[in-house]
């Protein structure tokens, strides 16, 4: 079934869902991931220096990965839910 558009109207309907309500929640979910994201990286790098001694590469690297991905998925919620 093609997309309507009705006239004066924003909102495209796809099956009767409001694809902009898609839209929002995308967003919510890349926010969301942006946050864990960040989470995730104060979180290690507060207990890499109050653990003491020395940084550890290894740790820093895969949590770097690791907000990356959670971002990374968050912005493909957003891109996917969207319809962009």
Known sequence: MVPQTRQG??????????V?????FGEVLYWGGCIVAG???VFVAFNDRTIGGDF????ITLSAILAGLVWLTGR?????????
Not at 20 to 24: D, E, P, S
Not at 76 to 84: D, E, N
């Open 56 to 59: 550890d590469w290894w740790t």
């Open 76 to 84: 493909a919620a957003m891109y996917v839910l969207a319809a962009r």
């Open 9 to 18: 109207d924003n909102t495209t309907r796809a099956k009767g869902v409001d």
């Open 20 to 24: 902009t309500m898609l839209g929002r």
């Open 39 to 41: 989470l995730i990286t």
